[in-house]
């Protein structure tokens, strides 16, 4: 669930995206899908296998933009919340909804 730095990218469905989160649980897509749809771009996600049915249903989520490296749009705080704020990584962690001005500062800081 954390931001990891590399540019991956693959196939959902046979189209071409770049991975935003792997493995991740339904609560996790439908949060991160609002968000990237929010800022405009198009998401594909898709089911990982399971083992067995004990395990819980997970997901991949990417976007059809090539060029989307999770990472360098939140700490670049180019997207936005849904109420016009700039994400924080601690927005986009699920965190905290607070999002203060410089991501170096924590909601304790303030």
Same mark, same amino acid.
């Given at each position: 669930?954390?931001?990891?730095?590399?540019?991956?990218?693959?196939?959902?469905?046979?189209?071409?995206?770049?991975?935003?989160?792997?493995?991740?649980?339904?609560?996790?897509?439908?949060?991160?899908? =609002? @968000?990237?749809?929010?800022? &405009?771009?198009? /998401?594909?996600?898709?089911?990982?296998?399971?083992? #067995? *049915?004990?395990? +819980?249903?997970?997901?991949?989520?990417?976007?059809?933009?090539?060029?989307?490296?999770?990472?360098?749009?939140?700490?670049?705080? =180019? @997207?936005?919340?849904?109420? &016009?704020?700039? /994400?924080?990584?601690?927005?986009?962690?699920?965190? #905290? *909804?607070?999002? +203060?001005?410089?991501?170096?500062?924590?909601?304790?800081?303030?």
């Amino acid at each position: 669930m954390s931001l990891g730095g590399k540019h991956l990218f693959g196939s959902i469905n046979e189209t071409r995206v770049t991975f935003v989160e792997k493995k991740v649980t339904a609560e996790r897509v439908e949060f991160l899908k =609002k @968000l990237l749809e929010h800022n &405009g771009f198009e /998401v594909l996600i898709q089911e990982e296998k399971r083992i #067995s *049915e004990e395990v +819980p249903q997970l997901y991949t989520i990417g976007v059809t933009d090539m060029v989307f490296n999770p990472t360098i749009w939140v700490y670049q705080r =180019k @997207l936005m919340t849904f109420d &016009g704020h700039k /994400v924080s990584p601690d927005f986009w962690n699920q965190r #905290s *909804e607070i999002t +203060p001005p410089q991501y170096w500062k924590t909601p304790k800081d303030s």
